[in-house]
C-alpha cells in the first residue's frame, strides 16, 4: 500500500533561517508525491509536485522539495523562512490509478519565530 | 482558471438533524471530486470519491452519503447527525484525464453537532 509519514509533529525555525520538513514514502511502483500547506481554518493548497525527472522540484512560495529514491525522501525546503510560513503541511503520494487518490501524511506545523 | 466553491463556511446542527454540504467547480470538465473530513486540525480521511455524475465510491462506512447530480457538483449528506460528525470539511478536485494528478481543495465548511 502506498504511503507517506511525517516524522516531525512541529518544526520551530526562525525568520530568515533555513527550513525543511521531512517526509518518506513507501511505494509499490513510481511514486507520485506531492506537498500542500494550510493555514488555520482555510483548505490545503497545492505547492508542488513529483512525478518524473529532475529530483529537485521548484514550487509556490520559494519552496522545493528533493525527491530523494535511494532514502525514499521528499523532504520540503525553504532556504529563508518568513513568519508568513507558519502553518500546517501536508506530505501526500498518489494511492493508485483508480480515482487519482491521494494519502496524506499526519501533517507537520511550522512555527517560524521573528 | 478552476475555482472550487464550499458552502457553507460554518454550520452548527443538533444531533439529529439532516445535514447537506455542496460543493462546486467551475472552469473544467468532468474532474473527480473528492470529500474528506479533518479532525482536529491534524489528519485528512477520504470520505468519498466520484470519477462522474452518479458514480459515487466510499472509503469508510459511517454515517454519510454523498451524490453527484451535477458533472461540477458533489454534495455530502446526512440524515441523522451524530455527535462524532463535527469537523472540518472539505472538497476536492483533480483532472479527471491529463495526467495532472494533483488535488485541488475548496475553502472548508467547519461542521459542530451539538
Known amino acids: 500500500a502506498q504511503s507517506v509519514a511525517q516524522p516531525e509533529d512541529q518544526v520551530n525555525v526562525a525568520e530568515g533561517n533555513p527550513l525543511t520538513v521531512k517526509c518518506t514514502y513507501s511505494v509499490s511502483g513510481n511514486p507520485y508525491l506531492f506537498w500542500y500547506v494550510q493555514y488555520p481554518n482555510r483548505g490545503l493548497q497545492f505547492l508542488l509536485k513529483y512525478i518524473t525527472g529532475d529530483n529537485l522540484v521548484k514550487g509556490s512560495y520559494g519552496f522545493e522539495a528533493e525527491f530523494n529514491k535511494s532514502q525514499t525522501s521528499f523532504h520540503l525546503k525553504k532556504p529563508s523562512a518568513l513568519v508568513s510560513d507558519s502553518a500546517l503541511y501536508f506530505c501526500?503520494?498518489?494511492?493508485?490509478?483508480?480515482?487519482?487518490?491521494?494519502?496524506f501524511g499526519g501533517g507537520t506545523r511550522v512555527l517560524v519565530k521573528p | 482558471s478552476q475555482t472550487i466553491h464550499q458552502w457553507p463556511a460554518t454550520l452548527v446542527q443538533p444531533v439529529g438533524s439532516p445535514l447537506s454540504l455542496e460543493c462546486t467547480v467551475e472552469g473544467t470538465s468532468n474532474p473527480n471530486l473528492y470529500w474528506y473530513r479533518q479532525a482536529a486540525g491534524r489528519g485528512l480521511q477520504l470520505l468519498f470519491y466520484s470519477v462522474g455524475i452518479g458514480q459515487i465510491s466510499s472509503e469508510v462506512p459511517q454515517n454519510l452519503s454523498a451524490s453527484r447530480p451535477q458533472d461540477r457538483q458533489f454534495i455530502l449528506s446526512s440524515k441523522k447527525l451524530l455527535l462524532s460528525d463535527s469537523g472540518f470539511y472539505l472538497c476536492?478536485?483533480?483532472?479527471?484525464?491529463?495526467?495532472?494528478?494533483?488535488?485541488?481543495f475548496g475553502p472548508g465548511t467547519r461542521l459542530t453537532v451539538t
Open positions: 501526500a503520494v498518489r494511492k493508485g490509478a483508480a480515482g487519482n487518490k491521494l494519502t
Open positions: 476536492a478536485y483533480s483532472a479527471g484525464t491529463g495526467g495532472a494528478y494533483e488535488q485541488y
